[in-house]
T-cell receptor, first 114, second 111 residues
Framework: DGGITQSPKYLFRKEGQNVTLSCEQN?????MYWYRQDPGQGLRLIYY???????QKGDIAEGYSVSREKKESFPLTVTSAQKNPTAFYLC?????????????FGSGTQLSVL | QKEVEQNSGPLSVPEGAIASLNCTYS??????FFWYRQYSGKSPELIMS????GDKEDGRFTAQLNKASQYVSLLIRDSQPSDSATYLC???????????FGTGTRLKVLA
């Protein structure tokens, strides 16, 4: 079945450590996104990518980095520069022009600080 | 800064009643509008999408769009306890890949 897979489901970060969240899709979608969600809040855009080897900063990119070396994969690294990383991270994909722009979401990664 | 605003709630309605959720947006160039439902600890799932002024119905759900007033609403008829969730409004500006989400409205349907 097609879909988006995020891993791990839960992740713990020590102070000063970089951690990487995985996002893989087999939907053949061109666009991929990373969102951050804090308790009781909506989704805030971190980074998005329209095509392979290209990505743009969202509203809260500071302290995060991404890569898009393959169409299927869009990993997010939370660097030590991100001082408040505890949040629920959601990866999504879409195929503009198809299914009217519907966003498909992964199941999310809960990141906490030790 | 392009914004999407929602009342955070909680909005409490009795079982069987109509729940009305509202959303306003600031960017007049917005072309596509979406309502997502999110249960606690889960990822959002699409309920409705709407692209032109007027109403769009799908089962118990009706989305309403008024571009002149820059608002979009979601009506849930015959509300059920299983509808209790946070409802997120999302807006996509034409020619971009960037979706802007509201903070969500928490709905509680009382049995």
């Amino acid at each position: 079945d097609g879909g988006i897979t995020q891993s791990p489901k839960y992740l713990f970060r020590k102070e000063g450590q970089n951690v990487t969240l995985s996002c893989e899709q087999n939907l053949n979608h061109d666009a991929m996104y990373w969102y951050r969600q804090d308790p009781g809040q909506g989704l805030r855009l971190i980074y998005y990518s329209q095509i392979v080897n290209d990505f743009q900063k969202g509203d809260i990119a500071e302290g995060y980095s991404v890569s898009r070396e393959k169409k299927e994969s869009f990993p997010l690294t939370v660097t030590s520069a991100q001082k408040n990383p505890t949040a629920f991270y959601l990866c999504a994909s879409s195929k503009p022009g198809s299914e009217a722009g519907k966003l498909f979401f992964g199941s999310g990664t809960q990141l906490s600080v030790l | 800064q392009k914004e999407v605003e929602q009342n955070s709630g909680p909005l409490s309605v009795p079982e069987g009643a109509i729940a009305s959720l509202n959303c306003t947006y600031s960017d007049r160039g917005s072309q596509s509008f979406f309502w997502y439902r999110q249960y606690s600890g889960k990822s959002p799932e699409l309920i409705m999408s709407i692209y032109s002024n007027g109403d769009k119905e799908d089962g118990r759900f009706t989305a309403q769009l008024n571009k002149a007033s820059q608002y979009v609403s979601l009506l849930i008829r015959d509300s059920q306890p299983s509808d209790s969730a946070t409802y997120l409004c999302a807006v996509l500006t034409s020619g971009t890949y960037k979706y802007i989400f509201g903070t969500g409205t928490r709905l509680k349907v009382l049995a």
